[in-house]
């Protein structure tokens, strides 16, 4: 799917003043963003992020899962770098929608764990493209990322897509009583890389 850039404001946030990059799917009409700070120009690999949607943890300070931990550690970590950009895609539930997750979640309540939850809805695990974030980074001039993420899928399907991820940055945050078994699912189902013991700091 191609993406077409619309327009370019700044977004002042707790941790640095951003510039927001709007998109559009002309296909289907989603509309993502890429929040940049610093020079964009240098060829020197950029720390990046490429943060799926999720209202519940992003908006909603769901425990459930590391989504809202990371976003904001994310954007903390670009401010501190003083460069860097995050591309926050609207792909919520892995791709399958606010209310299909409502529907995995309370399969989860019953007991699956997030892998069965989408089987049993008859999705597969992870239905996320990223191709328009190759789009984003060819807008914006940005050709090489330092990329934080725990997810090795997500590392191959951007480098399938001729983006150069020069390094992997972990993104370890969040871990909580109501989201150990999500983490733990992803670790054995999903090949999340975690380390065995972390010291994390639960709270946002
Ligand atoms: N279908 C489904 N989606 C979920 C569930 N929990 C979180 N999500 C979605 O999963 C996406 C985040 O994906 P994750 O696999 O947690 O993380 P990731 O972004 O792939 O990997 P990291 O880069 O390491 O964070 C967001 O779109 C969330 O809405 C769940 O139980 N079921
Ligand atoms: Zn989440």
Known sequence: MAVRY???????TPFGVFDM??????????????????????????????????????????MRCDCGYQLEEALR???????GILMYLRQEG???????KIRAYNLQDQGADTVEANEQLGF?????????????LEHLGISSLRLMTNNPRKVDALTDLGIDIAERVPLHVGRNPHNEHYLNTKQSKLGHWFET?????PAL
Do not use: W
């Open 21 to 62: 990059h709007g998109f559009e799917e002309p296909d289907t009409g989603k509309e993502h963003v890429a929040l940049t700070l610093g020079d964009l120009d240098s060829p020197e690999p950029m720390l990046a992020r490429t943060h799926s949607e999720c209202l519940t943890g992003d908006a909603l300070y769901s």
């Open 77 to 83: 970590s670009i401010a501190r770098e003083g460069r």
């Open 124 to 136: 597969a695990a992870d239905l996320r493209d990223y191709s328009m974030c190759r789009d984003m």
């Open 6 to 12: 619309i327009q370019t404001c700044r977004l002042p």
């Open 94 to 100: 892995r791709g399958i929608g606010l209310l299909n």
């Open 197 to 201: 013991h972390q010291d994390d700091d």
